[in-house]
């Protein structure tokens, strides 16, 4: 019951084009991630939808209303649609309690059932304890959280929210992000969700669009996004992945190609209509290398530029190709070692031929 | 999640939109209303009076009044004098709001309060207790073996003199705007550049002053405009000195006879009026450029003196000492004999007069009392309105909000005297709709005051809108609360300090008012400014100090009395506590 | 009952016990009152006639070039009926518009602790009195516009007495109470002043003293004027006759003004009137000549 | 030459006790994470190193020089700290570049050398276009940078950072990060490194504090923390950990111990001196747990709670033991499908015998 359509949104500031004829097209109840590289404009988006900006061209409907074009503008308060600041915009005189009960007072909620809400977000949150402190003697993280409950207690249609987690740890976070699955289950709100952590907007996510510099350049299943990137920012921003350059494409016709890449002979995934190449583009992640302990398998040489401890692994840089100018990156389980400067032999046992540019969207 | 929809009722939902709808729009046009009704048409009313004598326009005679010898002189004596006590003023009142919200120097509330309260005392006595100071016949010069002689002219009496004394009396207005600036100043700014190598002088320059400049340009444009409508300091100073400037220059012209004496009275206050706008302008100017918002939560740091706390110390104490005790020593002195002159001895110490202005004066009672109901009321009235005028001012651009800009500051910029005509002018004929006439009532006086004070009650909250973080609004906004309710929510106890600051300010000038209630008192409505002037002129010198003593005791007693709510009130928000 | 409007500039005790004695004598006249400095209440009533709303009915102010500008503007109502016997014509209008009610005169007041008593207004220009000297601007105070205008037709007195003062660097400022100030509080040795000033804090132990020169003072009279725009003519002339009675001069007296109907005694203290020199002038030429003298003033003075 | 040493600081804020007894020795030149959850008083910690606060209790010396006694405090701007704040606290009335050099200028650096160094940073963190902008006109992760970019300019002998990447995204994250192993390579500086991203914190330090509730509860080298935690809040709180109960826990003598989990004898690593004991607590991580395709092999009965899409892999909690009482999680390589409660038998592969708790530091 609330869709979002937004069409051909622009937006300046000033001389910056900041948003550039973004489309999307979100489904009731769908949970969609806007992923994007610090800058991009993702804020700025979802001040657009939430009505604190006036557009400069296209529109934008929500739940079959047309809340946004450049001549009419619904103001925030009348569209129903709730929001988590990325600078939290607590109210410094208001409690915690008080920050998150205001909403519900606004809409005429008995207090009992108010002090009720009000004491379940709380806990969700873990902030039980300190329901009568102001913010200013919170932590950082601590008033994120609030910021947080204040939207959680709402419960509203349509749910925006501007890096939510961003300075929470680990377990708060991960606690949070399954409220956030289990809350979006419960309510069938449509959520929109911005982050710059890719693990949670592939986890979280229906659908993921990843902006860069004002534009939608890819809007699809986080799967799709991981392993079939539409383009090479897109392929270079998910899951630490690479671009590379591989050369003799040749399509099989059952959705894998062969090809060579540094000299060895390697297999790819690639789009159904994909053309035979001489040369393309293609993305790799972390994950789709390893490492050969074995000295007679056939490999590509590299050696190591970094090594980095990661706990369950070790992520190690790489350096491969003739005059070691191709970047590779490759996780090794925990309990090894890699040295800096150290000679290894990788072979690749899964990649993606990216597409030719051939929409206009994919440029930048 | 129709459960959490229809929960709260769809039939109520609907219906609280309907009137929200309005809101807006609702709270433009009462503004716009207040504004006009206040501001606009009782001063475009005095302007037909000053350009269209006999209702018609007559260039020659604008000319010739505005071309002559005087107006000329007084008017550039006028500018300069005004825009020097500006800059003293400026600099005392930022440096004491340094002082007292920044750094570790001791005693720090106590200062605060003796430095706000000479706003209390009014210009002429604090003048006449400088003069008296510094006459050669001065007790205080004699004791310290400086005395001038005979027949020198005295040293107050000179376009410096007026300056200096402007500068001293208008100071706490400075004070009282930047303070409320600095208090929203986060901390982490000030960390931030400590960390950076940054000692005590070099963050205040760099750091804080820049980012205070909003306060300080506001209170700059209040003293700019209480300097050059002060005729107290102006004409007890500046006419021994033949210093002439437009204010006297007013007063003259109110006091001479002739059919015409209005109309030019009227003319002269219109090119005052054009003077003081441009001065208001150029502050807000100046204080606007540049982005000075901060984001909240603020706990205000404190700059450590060192070795200089001491020296600074002393140095603040011996400032207070000259600004307040030597007025108030004149002041008590003479209240406590029975004919003024008279040496204060153990034989002609008397409480007569306190007694007399106690128990044996109904009318002094009377108008004390009205003063304080109408001080109140404008305060009450004036500091929510000046919030909801500020939210519209500072986050909705637009024509209708710069013409409410320009209109709000228009009555403000007139010396009080030209508000009582302009007053009188307007609101003589009796009200459409209601039938009667305000003249004569107690009413015309407090609109008079609201249309006298609005902007200066707007003035630190626009500074406070400055340094907001809008989104704690867009916060509240998403909740579906409607503006006023925002207003009463979220924006007034976010910009506690500066509320409270406009509304000291407001009392603190509204409580003693002289210029504007003079004209409009009658039986029915007396004031207690009017009422000291008349005791002084009647001859009764020391009853009337009687009076100044009790009110600037009273006002202690309130400031003091506030000290015990302040738990209960926001951080920052009384002016003289930390 | 008829209610009559009251504009005086009486101190407030003067002006509730004078309508009390009327309302006294007269139960079915009420009178409200609006009591204000003179230069207040004539900027009022300005403002008024430009708004063409007059609100008094009566007027009992300070001096009679206010009433005389009304009176050339048209404003006043003319009572020739008022019982005027045995008063000196110099005290009323000759068109019977206003009629003087007391006579406050302007004399010399010094401060015996530092200063001797003088005998005639030429006598205080001296050098020992250079920058001692407090004088009351006529461009303030309506009493020393009076002062002015009567010592500059006096004969042996005229400009050149301000111009002697401006020599010894003296500037006329503000009004009666200033200068009441600057002598009791020594910081000058004379003052221009008016009579009941000097003796009230005389009376209350101030260090002052009041001299009425030989060649003259200058007074004014508090004359009382009818509105011409009045509605109750008949109530307004009885409060005429009121304070023209020798019940309404004993109350001057007893109020601590020099009353004008021959053979009411005045207060304690105050000079006979008869001893005194009066210096008067006549009203309507100085209202027509009002700027240009204002002008001459500023010229000497420098303002 | 700055080594930091911190002895049993304590750090209340009116009745509330933020610090307790904190003791850290930091070697001079060394790159120190602390970690923990929100609100434990990492920031309190950096406030009191920095000299932003007054200190309760303990002593603080920077580079053999007492700074913090409850007696005596060196003013913050003597103490030649560098410091990113949480909060970027960017003075808003200063352009980009006018910000990263103040404290250049404070110092006497000449006009010119200021002017290069500032270039340089500012392209360090790719915001050389926009140094003439205000910090009003930036993006939360440009603002970031700044931030970043301030203290970078300084070389400073100590830095403390305030989760100075919060707000970035993976890629400038990471090139961030290789910056600041960078810089602290190149300068040799002190770094005080507060962050809630383990793997920020696993990967950049040299020895990381584990903060709780106003408590360091461990001070050791990334490996150690990962693979030996010392306490169950440790092994909680790093690399995903579990803690579950095994039973019939007996040493092996070579570091390792053999146990029960869930009727399945493990093989778990020990502390030297492990005392053989019937239950014991022990640390799992979900890479030590493998999934088992084939049915015969002995394995522990779980079923799926929740499957999330990683990207690389697929995160899966899965709900063990007799009652379903035993949360557990795993990773399961990408391309392969895990439903909501599908019924799988996974083996453990590794695991750590969490000491008994004999210091009380390990109380909260
Ligand atoms: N008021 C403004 N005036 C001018 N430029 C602005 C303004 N607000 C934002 N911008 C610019 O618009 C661009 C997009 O900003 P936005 O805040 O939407 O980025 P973002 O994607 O949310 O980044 P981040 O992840 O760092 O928060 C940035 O380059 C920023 O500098
Ligand atoms: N001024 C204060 N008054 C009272 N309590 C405070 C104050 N400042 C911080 N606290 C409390 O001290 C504790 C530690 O705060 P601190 O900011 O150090 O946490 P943190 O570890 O940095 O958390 P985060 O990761 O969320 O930033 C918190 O519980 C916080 O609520
Ligand atoms: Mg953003
Ligand atoms: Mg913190």
């Not at chain 2, 209303?33 to 009313?45: E, H, I, K, M, N």
């Not at chain 2, 001065?279 to 200089?308: E, I």
Request: aromatic content about 6%; hydrophobic content about 50%.
């Amino acid at each position: 019951m609330a869709r979002i359509e937004i069409e051909n949104l622009d937006k300046s500031f000033g001389q910056t084009q900041v948003l550039r004829e973004v489309s999307l097209s979100i489904e009731a109840g769908e949970f969609v991630s806007v992923l994007g590289p610090s800058g991009c404009g993702k804020t700025t988006l979802l001040r657009c939808l939430a009505g604190f900006e006036h557009i400069d061209g296209g529109r934008i409907e929500v739940g079959g209303q047309v809340v946004s074009t450049p001549e009419r503008h619904l103001p925030p308060e009348r569209r129903g649609i709730g929001v988590v600041f990325q600078n939290y915009a607590l109210w410094p005189h208001m409690t915690v309690a008080k920050n998150v009960a205001y909403g519900l007072k606004i809409a005429g909620v008995p207090r009992s059932e108010r002090e009720t809400r009000v004491a379940r977000v709380l806990d969700l949150v873990e902030l039980g304890a300190l329901a009568q402190r102001r913010p200013a003697d919170l932590s950082g993280g601590q008033r994120q959280r609030v910021a947080l409950a204040r939207c959680l207690a709402m419960e509203s249609r349509v749910v925006l929210l501007d890096e939510p987690l961003a300075n929470l740890d680990v377990h708060l976070r991960s606690a949070l992000e399954e409220e956030f699955a289990a809350f979006h289950a419960r309510s069938g709100a449509t959520m929109f969700y911005i982050t710059h952590d890719q693990a949670e907007a592939l986890a979280l996510a229906d659908r993921v669009a990843v902006m860069d510099r004002g534009r939608i350049i890819q809007f699809d299943r986080p799967e799709a996004l991981f392993r079939q990137p539409a383009s090479e920012t897109v392929a270079g921003f998910i899951g630490e992945g690479r671009v590379i350059e591989a050369e003799d494409i040749r399509p099989l016709g059952d959705g894998h190609a062969s090809a060579s890449l540094l000299g060895q002979p390697v297999r790819l995934r690639c789009a159904p209509g994909q053309r035979g190449q001489d040369r393309g583009r293609i993305s790799v992640h972390p994950g789709d290398l390893q490492l050969l302990s074995d000295d007679l398998q056939p490999g590509i040489e590299a050696h190591v530029t970094r090594a980095t401890y990661r706990g369950a692994y070790l992520r190690a840089e790489l350096a491969a190709g003739p005059s070691a100018s191709v970047p590779l990156s490759i996780n090794v389980a925990a309990p090894s070692s890699l040295d800096r400067g150290q000679r290894v032999r990788i072979a690749l046992r899964d990649g993606w031929v990216i597409p030719d540019p051939v929409t206009p969207t994919t440029q930048p | 999640m129709e459960l959490a929809m229809n929960r709260s009722g769809r039939p109520l939902r609907a219906l609280r939109h309907l009137t929200r709808a309005g809101d807006e729009h609702a709270v433009v046009a009462l503004l716009v209303l207040f504004v006009g009704l206040l501001s606009v048409a009782p001063l475009a009313r005095l302007g037909y009076a000053a350009l269209m004598p006999d209702g018609s326009f007559n260039g020659a005679r604008i000319t010739e009044l505005l071309g002559g010898r005087r107006v000329i002189e007084a008017t550039l004596n006028t500018v300069w004098i005004s825009i020097s006590a500006t800059a003293l003023a400026t600099v005392i009142g930022t440096a004491a709001a340094l002082l007292a919200g920044l750094s570790d120097m001791r005693s720090r509330t106590a200062w605060v309060f003796g430095f706000v309260l000479p706003l209390m005392i009014p210009p002429q006595v604090t003048a006449l207790a400088w003069v008296q100071a510094f006459s050669p016949a001065s007790p205080l010069l004699g004791a310290l073996d400086l005395s001038l002689p005979p027949g020198t002219r005295h040293p107050l009496y000179s376009a410096g003199g007026i300056v200096f004394l402007l500068g001293l009396y208008n100071a706490p207005l400075v004070f009282l705007s930047v303070r409320a600036s600095l208090h929203r100043l986060p901390a982490p700014l000030i960390e931030a550049a400590r960390s950076a190598g940054a000692g005590a002088l070099p963050v205040t320059r760099d750091i804080v002053l820049p980012l205070i400049r909003g306060g300080i340009f506001a209170g700059a444009a209040l003293a700019f405009v209480s300097s050059i409508g002060n005729f107290g300091i102006q004409a007890m100073l500046g006419i021994p000195a033949r210093v002439p400037t437009l204010i006297t220059l007013i007063y003259q012209q109110l006091n001479s006879y002739g059919p015409s004496a209005l109309n030019d009275m009227a003319l002269l206050a219109l090119l005052l009026a054009v003077l003081t706008l441009s001065g208001m302008a150029l502050t807000a100017w100046l204080g606007r450029r540049g982005d000075q918002r901060v984001n909240s939560a603020a706990r205000p740091p404190r700059l450590s003196l060192g070795r200089w706390r001491m020296p600074v110390t002393l140095l603040a104490w011996g400032y207070l000492a000259l600004c307040l005790v030597l007025p108030l020593t004149a002041l008590l002195g003479t209240a406590l004999v029975r004919g003024y002159g008279q040496p204060l001895s153990a034989e002609t110490l008397t409480f007569e007069n306190f007694a007399n202005a106690l128990f044996h004066h109904p009318g002094i009672r009377d108008a004390f009392l009205t003063s304080l109901w109408l001080t109140l009321a404008a305060v009450a009235v004036l500091v929510p309105i000046s919030v909801a005028l500020g939210y519209i001012l500072s986050w909705r651009r637009g024509r209708i909000a710069r013409a409410l800009m320009i209109a709000s500051e228009l009555a403000y910029a007139l010396p009080g005297i030209i508000i009582g005509v302009a007053m009188i002018l307007f609101f003589l004929r009796p009200l459409p709709f209601i039938g009667t006439g305000l003249y004569g009532t107690i009413w015309v006086i407090l609109a008079a005051y609201l249309s006298n004070f609005l902007a200066l009650a707007l003035r630190p909250i626009l500074g406070g809108y400055a340094q907001m973080d809008r989104a704690l609004d867009e916060a509240a906004q998403l909740t579906g609360a409607g503006l006023l309710t925002r207003l009463r929510d979220i924006v007034l106890p976010s910009l506690a300090p500066a509320a409270m600051a406009s509304g000291v300010l407001v009392f603190m000038t509204a409580i003693n008012e002289i210029q504007v209630s003079v004209l409009l008192v009658s039986s029915r409505a007396q004031t207690i400014g009017p009422m000291i002037i008349f005791l002084e002129e009647a001859g009764s010198s020391t009853l009337a100090a009687a009076v100044g003593c009790l009110m600037v005791a009273l006002i202690l007693v309130l400031m003091l009395a506030s000290l015990l709510f302040r738990r209960r009130l926001p951080p920052g928000v009384l002016p003289w506590q930390d | 009952e008829t209610t009559l409007t009251l504009y005086t500039s009486q101190p407030p005790e003067q002006a509730q016990s004078t309508v009390d004695a009327f309302e006294a004598a007269h139960p079915d006249i009420k009178i409200e009152w609006t009591r204000n400095g003179t230069s207040a209440l004539m900027n009022v009533i300005r403002a008024e006639i430009e708004a063409e709303q007059i609100q008094p009915d009566l007027l009992l102010v300070a001096d009679n070039i206010n009433l005389g500008e009304l009176k050339a503007g048209g404003h006043l109502m003319a009572y020739p009926e008022a019982p005027v016997e045995g008063y000196d014509a110099a005290t009323y209008d000759p068109d019977m518009s206003y009629f003087g009610t007391k006579a406050i005169t302007t004399g010399i007041a010094y401060n015996p602790e530092i200063a001797e008593p003088v005998e005639s207004w030429a006598e205080l220009l001296t050098e020992e009195n250079r920058g001692q000297i407090a004088v009351p601007s006529p461009l303030y105070s309506g009493a020393a516009l009076n002062h002015l205008h009567a010592l500059i037709n006096a004969e042996g007195i005229g400009w050149d007495f301000y111009q002697g003062l401006n020599d010894l660097d003296i500037v006329p400022e503000g009004g009666n109470g200033p200068a009441t100030k600057a002598v009791a509080s020594g910081m000058a040795k004379y003052a221009i002043l008016v009579d009941a000033n000097a003796l009230r804090a005389k009376a209350d132990g101030s260090p002052i003293d009041f001299i009425a020169p030989k060649d003259g003072v200058s007074f004014i009279t508090e004359p009382v004027a009818i509105m011409s725009t009045t509605e109750h003519p008949d109530a307004a002339k009885l409060f005429v006759d009121f304070l023209l009675s020798e019940e309404g001069q004993k109350l001057v007296a007893e109020q601590g003004n020099l009353p004008i109907m021959p053979g009411v005694a005045g207060p304690e203290g105050f000079p006979e009137l008869a001893d005194m020199k009066l210096l008067g002038y006549d009203a309507d030429t100085a209202v027509s000549t009002d700027a240009e003298t204002r002008a001459k003033f500023s010229d000497i003075f420098g303002l």
